[in-house]
């Protein structure tokens, strides 16, 4: 989350005397303080109003094509979530139902993602993909803490290998765990990890590798067959036996609907284990994840704390206690509600129109795209070297219209590459893509007539990056 300032100033709100229930000039006396407490109360309804109008400064959430996150689920899953919205998961011997939902749902992620033994693989919620990836990347470093004992005590330092385009939360990992980041950057058209690059970073104190299947970046897979082939090559000739973690916080709820064929999961030995996002592309409002691993093996039991809780006993690994019950109920809802062929449709939409609003944008002759939405449900493209404007004009201008298109510039060693990126979640249809498009094509002339773009005008560039 993001970190907050207090407040000295002693603004206050001020209190319509329309919003009084019976008496128009009670409300008016109101001006409760912002930054610190009130002296006393205010009626329900008041304090929902000032609430309510404030919050409608915030974006349109169908029309936010910068996130990932679900903005949009069926009247039957929220009205699930709102019973449950009392609900600890953390009280499994209160609430065993909800438990076992839980216990299902790690069930159909361990079919889905091919576990060798269903029966075997080892799961949890989470509150999103950070979390199990820092439950991940804690497996990985005690799993190479017990290998190499004697060489960590005497000073070894452990690095986990990892593109330049990895989530935030793995940098986090390394800065918490102490963890030495071992990052490839971009190189050329090449804008995320392949297997030679990643060969060439991993030593005796390699942890692990870090697959990403769908770069937030440019929606593209990392070729993880590729570099689990290139790490058992690796361990037959040096002896390096070097685990994978697949970060498939949005992929990994595309490509087994969308691309069976695709061999990324535990079907490769080496693939430890995986994480997703079920508010992603798992359909469900945020937040929850998942953390799933092959079997026993692979998640050190020195890990997984057995608490007395409620007067039940109960196995956990996790980085917090309490959390709420509702999004793994709504995730259940959704596996039972779509099945296979129903998540196969959702996504694939979300497909056809990511491929769609990109043949449209690159026929438009002002844009070069950098991917075409073939993966991942998501494209980014750049403007061509000839236009009068870059892509910070193009997502200030589509903003005027309430349209949240990232604009951001890449990472290390292609800074120089600044790209507008297009999330098509659920619930972005094709007509909306036509409105996109009909708002883009209206601005084009406008921005055709700029001298230069802004930001050469000492106008500063917008940088938004979403995960």
Known sequence: MALHKGAEDDRRLTVSPFLGTADPLGPMELA????????????????????????????????NLATFVTTSMEAQATRLMT?????????????????????????????????????????????GSSEACMLAGLALKRRWMRRNADRYAAGARPNLVM?????????????????EARTAPMEGETYHLDAERALALCDEDTIGVVAILGSTFDGSYEPVAEICAALDDLQQRTGHDIPVHVDGAS?????????????????LPRVASINTSGHKFGLVYPGVGWALWRDHDAL????????????????????????????VIAQYYVFLRLGRDGFRAVQQA????????????????????????????????????????????????????????????????????????????????????????????????ELKKQPVP?????????????H
């Open 32 to 63: 409760p303080p912002v930054h610190r407490l009130a002296d006393g109360p205010v009626t329900a309804d008041t304090a929902y109003q000032l609430i309510h109008d404030e919050l409608m400064l915030d974006g349109n959430a169908k029309l």
């Open 251 to 267: 992929g990994a709820m595309v490509a087994p609907f969308l691309d069976p064929e695709l061999v990324w999961d535990f079907r």
């Open 163 to 179: 593109g330049v385009n990895v989530q935030v939360c793995w940098e986090k990992f390394c800065t918490f765990w102490e963890v």
């Open 454 to 466: 802004l930001k050469e005008l000492g106008v500063p560039a917008r940088e938004a990056f979403h």
């Open 83 to 127: 019973e449950c919205l009392d609900k600890n998961m953390i009280d499994k011997d209160e609430y065993p139902q909800t438990a076992e939902l839980e216990r299902r749902c790690v069930a159909i992620l361990a079919d889905l993602w091919h576990a060798p033994d269903p029966a075997g693989a080892v799961g949890c919620s989470t509150t």
């Open 350 to 445: 979300s497909r056809d129109v990511a491929q769609y609003l990109a043949r449209e944008i690159e026929a438009l002759g002002c844009f070069r795209l950098i991917t075409r939405g073939d993966e991942l449900p998501v494209f980014a493209f750049t403007t061509d070297g000839d236009v009068p404007f870059d892509v910070f004009d193009v997502s200030r201008r589509l903003r005027e219209r309430g349209w949240q298109v990232p604009a951001y510039s890449f990472p290390e060693n292609r800074t120089d590459l600044a790209v507008l990126r297009v999330v098509c979640r659920n619930g972005f249809s094709r007509d909306l893509a036509d409105l996109l498009l009909a708002d883009l094509t209206r601005l084009l002339p």
């Open 300 to 327: 050190p039991e020195e890990l997984v704390f057995r608490v007395n809780y409620l007067g039940g006993e109960m196995p956990t690994f996790a980085l917090n206690f309490s959390r709420p019950g509702a999004e």
